[in-house]
């Protein structure tokens, strides 16, 4: 039974996400109350557990597994083996919620896809997060996080305005695809408290980071013209760029739109003569000479520090924010002020620090309550307690390498 | 399985002519009061659903995205723009000053009769009109209010104007976006608005899920800088705080196993990535014809990739350059598709739109708007076997639903939207 407090409390989640997108679609999930169990097997571990962060190059202390997989139990299961097979349907048994971003097949092959486990759990709701989706002439397609958002076209428009291509460099994808994802459940879950039915939901990455491209999907459908690299180019908003400060590589972001914010901004600068020149004397001159502007605003801001320049600005009710490092965001006030990021013990690593939730409920907030697991940690718990295993019959899986 | 009815979920859910959704949050009454677009997006995606939103815009200028564009032709027409269209599908659109006495009033009706309301005004904004968050929980206990602005609800920067870009400052999101050296770069189309508009409905579901237990409303803060920080820039904390390593900008590339670049192509750009060595073997077979190229073989450098990714880049993309500036970027997917390679083209917007596997998934779909005409719009990516999303209106023209909304669910008396429209309410 749920409390206020963890509204998805009792919510229980078998998870075979692994790397990125799976991960954190369930760990929304966690962070409100849900169960969520990590399926994971020694013989292959979720790589984020040895990403390139990972100094120490153990899976236990991955500086970035910690954060996206916090709130969750681990259990070790080889599902290559049959008897792994018959343990995780015993679990979907009393789960709610599967959750999967495998490629197209893969579970299948080992009989946990949802036609084999609706028969199981007549009112399984389950989530599939595959690359490019499980139909269409591109469903074989291999797609890794970076690829996709190429494939959508979001990269093509990433690097500076007219130059080369550079792209995001980053799993952007996977966190709109988990976003969805996540809200998809919820609304399955919704529907099946209404009706107590489930379903099966497949999500395709691909589209789901093409779904939140609109403008530029239009724009092609509309006038049939590509939009090329963008930079900070943002039409009819000049300044709009982020400007070098004091120190080394920082530089504070300032856009202004109308007129009155123009105004605002050349008399918090000290009304300097170049901003009085008629080529900046209105919204269209200023976004034709963009670029000399930008020149221009740079040698003010220059001098001064990103926060100066932030303070300065915003008290004249212009539109300013520092570029924030890590560093200057875990000691920033308003993080802090907001607890962006949260201390929680880890048995191996000590106080780690992971990302608040990313909203704020007034009366079921959730939390972080638990680390992020120890691989194999909630064996006993899952095993024993939950699917009532007795003791020799876990030893002797764990002997055969089953729960492993 | 009982997924995907005749293979075409998207398409075959359209039915323009038709208020009836099966969809997963059908009976869910939302009122958005919201601008540009995250607050219209989020409600975009729970009306996809089967929601049912009302969509309040002030009078005569309506919501600023119908200003901006793009336009057919590059024709400005408040009843034509493309980001306008696409944000505001599915919903029925009224028009109300809620700084009139009346206005205001008629809003606390709508009020009254919804589930959820979702905003994106400044920390305050409604406070002004009697209809902040507190006055709001008195009169509507069972209420759900999302708000969504760019620092939040409390903190010091709460009152901080923000547009994308200095969210995206903020976040320490652009920090690792473009060339070591050279300026941070905001992500592209307002990025960080869609993905508060989508951290925004995932809460707002988990609210109408708990209100079943609760019989409670709540309030729900979101922050666009926090969920860009949360989900995306602030999950390598652990990395700063442990090992002091900061993620920054690297160009084209990412510090991995060589390959995880876009480099350039005879008509495009390419996304080299291969996690797995095999995937770079096979590569590496089809570049020498069948076993990896002499300049490959004979140096011992580029046998370590994440070395190679990290030391050598430059030299190897430079061995790359020829053979992928001769060929196209569908002459090279083709041949990683046969040969079992990641590697995936930097589509065009074009490509995307016309793109063969996309449209044989029925992801795009047609719909008619009384002004801007039939146009092909992307759908929703979410396929379910039992409730399928559905696309049953397209976006209203400012007021369209002022007579159904306040004849048909207020009781206004017909005679009197004459003079509410005179008064300067609807």
């Known amino acids: 039974m749920a409390s206020a407090e963890y509204p998805l409390e009792g919510i229980r989640i078998t998870d075979f996400g692994q790397v990125w997108a799976g991960p954190i679609l369930s760990g929304l999930l966690a962070n409100m109350g849900a169960e969520v169990i990590k399926i994971e097997t020694r013989k ?16 236990e202390k991955d500086p970035w597994f910690q954060c996206i997989n916090r709130n969750k139990l681990s259990i070790t299961v080889d599902f290559s083996d049959e008897r792994g097979v018959a343990l995780l349907k015993k679990l979907v048994k009393i789960s709610h919620v599967v959750s999967e971003n495998f490629s197209p097949g893969v579970l299948k092959r080992h009989g946990l896809d949802y036609d084999s486990l609706v028969k199981i759990k007549p009112d399984l709701i389950m989530v599939a997060l595959p690359g490019a989706g499980s139909f269409g002439p591109m469903a074989d397609l291999v797609t890794y996080g970076p690829s996709i958002v190429g494939l959508c076209g979001y990269d093509r428009m990433v690097g500076y305005e007219g130059e080369r291509v550079l792209g995001m460099q980053q799993p952007y994808a996977d966190v709109v695809a988990a976003l969805y994802g996540a809200y998809s459940v919820l609304a399955a879950i919704n529907h099946q408290q209404e009706t107590g039915e489930g379903q099966y939901i497949e999500l395709c990455q691909w589209e789901a980071a093409t779904a939140v491209m609109g403008e530029a999907l239009m724009e092609s459908v509309m006038n ?52 009085k020149e008629e ?32 303070e300065l600005l915003q008290k004249a009710g212009v539109a300013a924010a520092p570029c924030l490092s890590m560093d200057e965001r875990l000691e920033d006030p308003h993080f802090q002020d907001r607890q962006a990021f949260v201390p929680i013990e880890h048995p191996v ?22 680390p992020a697991p120890l691989i194999g940690q909630h064996n006993q718990y899952v095993f024993g307690e939950l699917l009532k295993m007795s003791q020799d019959e876990i030893n002797y899986l764990v002997q055969e390498k089953v729960i492993y | 399985m009982t997924l995907i009815p005749g293979d075409k979920p998207g398409a075959a859910s359209v039915a323009s002519d038709t208020r009836q959704s099966k969809g997963p949050l059908t009976g869910v009454k939302v009122v958005e009061y919201g601008d540009f677009i995250s607050a219209p997006f989020c409600t975009r995606l729970m009306a996809d659903l089967g929601a049912e ?26 009843e034509k723009s493309g980001l306008y269209l696409y944000l505001n599908a599915n919903k029925l659109g009224v028009t109300l000053d809620i700084g009139t006495a009346t206005g205001a009033n008629m809003f606390r009706q709508l009020l009254a009769q919804a589930d959820v309301l979702v905003e994106n005004h400044a920390p305050g904004h409604l406070d002004k009109f009697g209809l902040g968050y507190q006055s709001l929980k008195e009169h509507f206990p069972r209420l759900i209010v999302t708000s969504i602005t760019p620092f939040g609800q409390t903190g010091p ?25 050279r300026e941070p770069l905001t992500p592209p189309l307002s990025m960080g608005h869609y993905i508060s508009a989508l951290s925004a409905s995932t809460a707002t579901m988990v609210a109408v899920i708990a209100r079943r237990l609760t019989g409670r409303g ?14 995306l820039s602030g999950v390598a904390a652990n990395a700063f705080v442990y090992y002091g390593r900061m993620r920054m900008r690297h160009g084209n590339r990412s510090p991995a196993a060589y390959p995880y670049a876009v480099l350039p192509c005879k008509d495009g750009y390419m996304w080299m990535i291969a996690i797995q060595g095999h995937e770079w073997k096979r590569f590496l077979d089809v570049l020498g014809g069948g076993k990896p190229p002499d300049w490959y073989e004979s140096d011992p450098r580029f046998k370590d990739r994440l070395k190679a990714g990290r030391e050598y880049a430059d030299e190897l993309d430079a061995r790359l350059a020829p053979w992928l500036m001769s060929h196209t970027k569908q002459e090279i997917f083709q041949l990683c598709r046969d040969n079992h390679i990641p590697f995936a083209p930097v589509n065009d917007i074009d490509e995307v739109v016309n793109n063969e596997h996309l449209n044989a998934r029925g992801f795009f779909v047609e719909l008619e708007h009384p002004e801007a005409g039939r146009l092909k719009y992307p759908g929703e990516p979410q396929k379910f076997s039992r409730t399928p999303w559905s696309l049953r209106s397209a976006a209203p023209t400012l007021g369209q639903h002022n007579e159904e909304v306040f004849c048909g669910r207020l009781g206004v008396p017909k005679q009197e939207l004459a003079l509410l429209r005179a008064g300067g309410v609807i």
Request: charged share 25%.
């Open chain 2, 53 to 78: 939103v009302v969509k309040v815009e002030p009078p005569d200028c309506g919501d600023s995205s119908r200003r901006y564009g793009p336009f057919p032709q590059d024709s400005p027409h408040r």
């Open chain 1, 44 to 59: 292959r571990l979720d790589s984020v557990r040895l990403g390139p962060d990972n100094v120490e190059r153990d899976p």
């Open chain 1, 224 to 275: 049939g013209r590509n939009p090329g690299t963008l930079g900070n180019v943002q039409p009819g908003m000049a300044p709009h760029n982020n400007y070098p400060c004091q120190g080394q590589d920082k530089w504070v972001s300032i856009a202004i739109k109308t007129d009155d914010e123009w105004g605002a901004f050349c008399r918090a600068i000290g009304s300097p003569e170049w901003a």
């Open chain 2, 157 to 181: 920067y709460r009152d901080y104007k923000a547009y994308a870009i200095n969210c995206s400052a903020a976040a320490g999101w652009s920090l690792i976006v473009g060339e070591p050296g």
């Open chain 1, 279 to 310: 080529r900046f004397a209105d919204g269209f001159l200023r976004w034709q000479n963009r670029k000399e502007m930008d020149r221009l605003v740079g040698e003010w801001t220059r001098g001064r520090t990103h926060y100066e320049v932030t």
């Open chain 1, 349 to 370: 690593i000590g106080t780690g620090w992971v990302t608040s939730i990313p909203w704020k409920m007034s009366d079921t907030p959730g939390g972080v309550r638990t």
């Open chain 2, 218 to 231: 709540q309030q729900i803060d979101v922050s666009e800088v926090e969920c860009l920080n949360s989900l």
